[in-house]
């Protein structure tokens, strides 16, 4: 193929739209969240952290928490562990759930940055980067790939928008729908999946 990805001639995948996007800032959108979230049976689940670009220089993420259920995703800015307080009373309940299934992919440093910065020990966690293998594969999947596989579609993933700065206290539309698709997205691949189970 010249090099050239396959999956750039597929159609684009068609993400969240910003209407299906909640920031949770407030007790009550707090409250509203914890609701939702609290009744789903699986949630898509990623974080962002700023990145870093010096050599040694340590991640003082995740800045940015997104759970999603099929109709909705929500947000989370941690700004400091302290002025997370607030989003905790959602995050760690929903996260600690063993009765929810969270969802995502390349979920590793995720789970470490949770547990480092907010004392988040996430129970009940499937990756989908190596759940969504196929048999005898070896390489871990992305959500990309994923989504090229299973939907036929072309995920775009801006590398610009990846190394944003996620700590910025007002996110632009195009980082809040990059983030919540992520989340979104990997929950309606693993609903496809369960559905379609491979041969």
Known sequence: MNGVDPAEALPPYDGIGLADVRIVRTPGDAAAALLAL???DVIGFDTESKPTFAKGEVSTGPHLVQLATDDLAYLFQIGSAASAQNLLTVLKPVLESDSILKVGF??????KRLRGKLGIEARNVLDLSTALRKRGERNTLGA???VARLFGRRLQKSKRITTTNWALPQLSDKQVLYAADDAHVALKL????????PA
């Open 38 to 40: 609290s009744q789903a």
């Open 106 to 111: 390349g979920l590793g440093d995720d789970l």
């Open 144 to 146: 990309k790939t994923a």
């Open 190 to 197: 693993y609903r496809f999946w369960k559905a379609n189970p």
